[in-house]
């Protein structure tokens, strides 16, 4: 007789039944492989059948992509499986924005929004308005004030109260590094000519004479009084649905996940709180850095990179992560508080937030803690700093890490860059021409050296060899990807694309189409272990996609998009519609127009 372990065993061991699974097909799906950031994609000499499927496998049981490319290939399916024909469209991973702001996004979304005003008269008959149409509102708050709007003086409470001063209006920057406020709400906050003191790295504009507040509130002014103190008016019901209202915004625009950049207790806990109203999941993924704000103790710096670790452990699973620190290295250079290497058009210059000496210490208790630091940097000088703290850890260690914005960047840094293998978190959607006039000016004009060779360099930085992520820096700009796209590929306006007379800012920094759709999604993944099975449409991968709808004459061949130089594109990605998102392979939008 024989052994047992010598029986054959039953077939249905060796091949197992498909699981019941939802096949997608009659479209061009972009996987997006590893080699997709790399520099040598740069050059997109990659042929269409190794970067583009026929058709996607996913099983229904847990979201996951079982089986992506010829339909020829197809493993044997379940005979249940549901068969969905995408209409030859494009499908693109779903997008990951790699740098936002979520409460404050939400929140946004119901304030006046002075994006359309071009001068101080129009920002007042705005809010004047905004007042008139509801009396009742405690307060008014507007976003959307650009420097270039009220010319090269900082403007005061004054103006604001001209129009409306027996209500608080607060008026944040386009930027988020201000506040400009009447005199009722700096009351509110308790600002007068006595104090607070100015908090470090931050300023309170004030009188020289006397000491009276101005109204203008910057950098760690805002951080640390302004944005507490309207995080304490809002109810706990207003700041959850302002939660939602972002997470809504995202998903019909195709993103699955974000990185929340500068998390704090308020955003945390109402996370925490839709999240269990989701019953335990949220509406996409969010992977955040906690904020660090540099304090002149040294011990209060590492209390709060503590803080940032107890974090990590309480929250750490696939919908909401702590991830790492956020380390605000300078301001913005339309304001003139970024950190330069060389002065401003007026002679001017601004120190950094976190100066070397302050910042190597935090970067190395995070990273031997085992978290990620993210270093906002905007500033040549800033962006220096910021790449010698992290490589003062070493290249195995340096490469964990990320630095955000890079608007004006040296050569040589981002050379450095490169080679450490640090991730270059970019917005492209700050590069476009229409709001860049200001930032032009105080950098020296158009023809200036600056901003006509050095903005925002991000081809550079990727053939150097630095990844690159692509998000929005919501509410700072718009969030749609697409549009941020837009601009990251033809370095042309979004916000005005009729405008002949706005020129494309260093043109040849623009990224091809391919490659910017990679950094928009496995861009963001792939610096976040939480979202390591996203950005892909590979198997094993979470299912999470986005089918768009292409103008006409992509019509047969909607992947060629992708294969075009940037500058050929035109308005296509502006014209291009996301008409359903979905998440774990389940549709968690459609548009009017769906399948």
Known sequence: MAAA?????????????????????????????????????????????????????????????????AL??????????????????????????????????????????????????DIQAAIADAARRDPAAPRILAKGWMHRMTGPEPPTAAAIDAVVAGRPVYIESKDLHSHWCNSRAMEELGITKDGPADPDGGRIH?????????GLMEENANITIVWPALARMASDEQTDADIEAAFQAYIETGVTGVVDMALEDTSLEALRRVKAKHGGTLPLRVSAHWLVSPKDDPAANRAQVERALELSKLEK?????????????DGVIDACTAALKEPYNNGNNCG???????????????????????????????????VEALASLGPARACRHRIEHLELT????VARLGSLGITASIQPVHADPAILSNWIA????PEATRPATRAFAYREMAAAGAPLAIGSDAPTAPHAPLRNLHVAVSRR???????????????????????????????????????????????????????????????????????????EIGSALLEARVVATYLKGRQVFASEAEL
């Open 206 to 214: 004030r009188d020289p004479a006397d000491g009276t507040p101005l």
């Open 72 to 121: 020829a290939g197809l493993p044997p399916l379940h005979p249940a499986t549901r068969r969905i024909n995408l209409q030859g469209r494009l499908v693109v991973p779903s997008f990951i924005d790699s740098h936002t702001h979520l409460l404050m996004f939400g929140r946004a979304l119901r304030k006046v929004d002075l994006a359309a005003c071009t001068s101080m008269a």
């Open 493 to 567: 306006s979004a916000r005005a694309p009729l405008d002949d007379t706005l020129l494309p800012a260093a043109p040849e920094h623009a990224l091809p189409p391919a490659f910017a759709f990679a950094a928009a999604s496995r861009g963001g993944a792939r610096c976040c272990p939480p979202l390591a099975h996203a950005g892909s449409l590979a198997p094993g991968c979470s299912a999470d996609f986005v089918v768009v709808d292409l103008p006409d004459r992509y019509a047969g061949h909607p992947h060629s998009l992708l294969l075009e130089d940037g500058a």
């Open 410 to 413: 040296d050569p040589a840094d």
């Open 352 to 386: 950094p937030m976190w100066p070397l000496d302050d910042l190597i210490p935090v970067v190395h208790q995070a990273d031997a803690a085992g978290l990620r630091c993210a270093l906002h940097a905007i500033g040549d000088q800033a962006v220096h700093i910021a």
């Open 5 to 69: 372990s010598d029986k054959e065993t039953p077939p249905a061991a060796l091949h197992p039944p498909p699981p019941p699974a939802t096949l997608y097909h009659n479209a061009s799906f972009f996987v997006v492989d590893q080699d997709e950031l790399l520099p040598a994609a740069l050059a997109a000499t990659r042929g269409a059948p190794d970067r583009f499927a026929e058709c996607t496998l996913v099983d229904d049981a847990d979201g996951r992509i079982l089986y992506v490319g």
């Open 442 to 445: 105080v950098l020296g004009g």
């Open 317 to 329: 699973d696939e919908w909401l992560s702590v991830i790492g620190i956020k380390l605000v290295c």
